[in-house]
């Protein structure tokens, strides 16, 4: 009867089957077999189709005269307290996550601070943060404009504050609260 070889009390044939198990997943995977083809051209074109929409509204603003309220550096920022306070997973654990969203779109001061936020935000993948399930089983993948995003991580409550505040500032957008 032949031996079996041990790997530190742990069956080598187990560990050479996990080894395989991996691999294949991971070839899996780069070779597209979980969908990923599909869902990055559907990104694209949320992108595409959010960055145009985007464009225009900024040169319509631009040609009624509406001005640049914040600087570019304070709207990049908020674009980050938003999305780093709206993931499904927040990156700040202590206090109301999504309260600290409702303050960082109080801040915004014209239409034009509006239409640059989005572009600041871009269209990041939902659940892209590290503990996401996106990255480990492509599941929540999907490109996200901010007003989507917004929708998905605020109560009806919340988003009701939002748009009391655009009103407020002459933002023209509003989110739906039912």
Request: glycine letters at 10%; aromatic letters at 6%.
């Amino acid at each position: 009867m032949a031996r079996r070889k041990k790997i530190s009390g742990v069956d080598g044939n187990l560990v050479l089957g996990v080894i395989i198990l991996a691999g294949g997943a991971f070839a899996a995977w780069k070779l597209g077999l979980f969908g990923t083809s599909s869902t990055d051209s559907n990104n694209a074109d949320v992108t595409n189709k959010t960055n145009t929409a985007l464009q225009n509204d900024l040169a319509a603003a631009q040609k009624a005269g509406i001005p640049q309220g914040l600087s570019m550096a304070t709207i990049q920022g908020l674009a980050s307290t938003i999305l780093n306070n709206g993931e499904p997973y927040p990156v700040n654990q202590l206090g109301d996550s999504q309260s600290i969203v409702v303050n960082a779109l109080g801040q915004l001061e014209t239409q034009t601070d509006w239409i640059l936020l989005q572009q600041a935000f871009g269209t990041p993948k939902l659940g892209s943060s590290i503990i996401s399930p996106c990255n480990f089983i492509g599941v929540g993948c999907d490109a996200t404009p901010l007003t989507t995003f917004i929708v998905n991580v605020l109560d009806s409550a919340h988003l009701q504050e939002v748009n009391d505040d655009f009103e407020a500032a002459g933002i023209s957008y509003q989110f739906p609260t039912s």
